[in-house]
T-cell receptor
Framework: AQKVTQAQTEISVVEKEDVTLDCVYE???????LFWYKQPPSGELVFLIRRNSFDEQNEISGRYSWNFQKSTSSFNFTITASQVVDSAVYFCALSEAPQNAGNNRKLIWGLGTSLAVNP | ETGVTQTPRHLVMGMTNKKSLKCEQHLGHNAMYWYKQSAKKPLELMFV???????ENNSVPSRFSPECPNSSHLFLHLHTLQPEDSALYLC????????????FGPGTRLTVT
């Protein structure tokens, strides 16, 4: 069964600290996609990154970096030198290739990690 | 307008009212989604439309009635709601092909009194 686990419910850090948000997934398939979304207090979910199962290269975008490890079924997200504007709920999600998902276009969502960055 | 827009942003309605939520996407996508997000609960997928056809209904009560007149517009008609229906309702869209990367609107914060 497909499942996404974000074990950290809430994290609180002080500005400029580095913080890592964990995401562990379960899937039966060899072809799948992983996502991170950010939900600031305004409510809109903002797409951050997509990674497919065949690309294990880590990704860096400014202060954000992602570590994809198939061996541990993890897709962790690190914010370097956190800022108050990073305060949000962060969601990890999984989708599978259509031949496995059938007509199911669902993303399987984690419960989210609420990050508070304090000045 | 760009991206995915939703109106209204906030809605307060009584249990006997009828109202509609509107979503419009300007991304050229062909699949649209309604989600419900309640406090302390995971995101709940309600409905999926693909090329205007409903492809998923996750056992949503009939007091929620979706409508998708074309690939750019999605409505959620509400009637005789319950207080537990108070939540953030999010609309999203995507292309109908892998990886089904979804883009979201800002949501409608609904309060049922």
């Amino acid at each position: 069964a497909q499942k996404v686990t974000q074990a950290q419910t809430e994290i609180s850090v002080v500005e400029k600290e580095d913080v890592t948000l964990d995401c562990v997934y379960e899937t039966r398939d060899t072809t799948y996609y992983l996502f991170w979304y950010k939900q600031p207090p305004s409510g809109e979910l903002v797409f951050l990154i997509r990674r497919n199962s065949f690309d294990e290269q880590n990704e860096i975008s400014g202060r954000y970096s992602w570590n994809f490890q198939k061996s541990t079924s993890s897709f962790n997200f690190t914010i370097t030198a956190s800022q108050v504007v990073d305060s949000a709920v962060y969601f990890c999600a999984l989708s599978e290739a259509p031949q496995n998902a059938g007509n199911n276009r669902k993303l399987i969502w984690g419960l989210g990690t609420s990050l508070a960055v304090n000045p | 307008e760009t991206g995915v827009t939703q109106t209204p942003r906030h809605l307060v309605m009584g249990m006997t009212n009828k109202k509609s939520l509107k979503c419009e996407q300007h991304l050229g996508h062909n699949a649209m989604y309604w989600y419900k997000q309640s406090a302390k609960k995971p995101l709940e997928l309600m409905f999926v439309y693909n090329f205007k056809e409903q492809t998923e209904n996750n056992s949503v009560p009939s007091r929620f009635s979706p409508e998708c007149p074309n690939s750019s517009h999605l409505f959620l008609h509400l009637h005789t709601l319950q207080p537990e229906d108070s939540a953030l309702y999010l609309c999203a869209s995507s292309f109908d092909r892998v990886p089904y990367e979804q883009y979201f609107g800002p949501g409608t914060r609904l309060t049922v009194t």
